[in-house]
């Protein structure tokens, strides 16, 4: 079992709608949690980090539900720009190892 | 946020030769680094943690004799790969992390292409 699972989608929605992405992890010891974004032929980069407490960044909301092992983000009023894959990443062990989740593909449409 | 860079942004090289790919983080020191492959399609794969002063982390399936990483300081960690071969083409990106919550920042990539 992967260690960090996610939907592979493609999500394919059109402009305005709400959509929201899952990952699942095995490693209850998981440290801290985020998710990114990456652009295609770029490099990842840092959407928001995830708390137990949820926050919230503008049209972005992530969760993370450590009992039951997943963190959630949910996108309001879909933009054609947040098309993109999104990276679910949780860092374990003492030196803080980042492991990916394989990626969700989002195709926001006109 | 902390800024990561990668040098070269791209290379092209023939097969049989090696290719050294650096990675500095530019406003903070990093005692470890990590060095990922992606294939066009594929997710991001962790090959090899680097870490300052003492041998690489490598990942399972990943030849440490073939990936060569010397993380030569604070700064500075590089990625030799050796007698390259055309499947060795892919995107090579190194991260640091950094921050409270020890988050990933990331170069911008090195896009190797083999003939």
């Known amino acids: 079992r992967k260690e960090v699972e996610q939907d592979p989608g493609p999500f394919n929605v059109p402009e305005g709608a709400t959509v929201a992405f899952n990952c699942t992890y095995s490693n209850s010891a998981s440290q801290s949690f985020f998710w990114y974004r990456q652009d295609c032929r770029k490099e990842p980069k840092l959407l928001m980090s995830v708390y137990s407490s949820g926050n919230e960044d503008g049209r972005f909301t992530a969760q993370l539900n450590r009992a039951s092992q997943y963190i959630s983000l949910l996108i309001r009023d879909s933009k054609l720009s947040d098309s993109a894959t999104y990276l679910c990443v949780v860092n374990s062990g003492g030196s803080y190892i980042p492991t990916f989740g394989r990626g969700t593909s989002l195709i926001v449409h006109p | 946020g902390a800024v990561v860079s990668q040098h070269p942004s791209w290379v092209i090289c023939k097969s049989g030769t090696s290719v050294k790919i650096e990675c500095r983080s530019l406003?903070?020191?990093?005692?470890?680094m990590f060095w990922y492959r992606q294939f066009p399609k594929q997710s991001l794969m962790l090959m090899a943690t680097?870490?300052?002063?003492?041998?690489?982390?490598?990942e399972q399936g990943v030849e440490k004799d073939k990936f060569l990483i010397n993380h030569a300081s604070l700064t500075l960690s590089t990625l030799t790969v050796t007698s390259a071969h055309p499947e060795d083409s892919s995107f090579y990106i190194c991260s640091a992390p950094g921050g409270l919550a020890r988050e990933q920042y990331f170069g911008p990539g090195t896009r190797l292409t083999v003939t």
């Open positions: 680097s870490n300052e002063g003492s041998k690489a982390t490598y």
């Open positions: 406003d903070f020191q990093a005692t470890t």
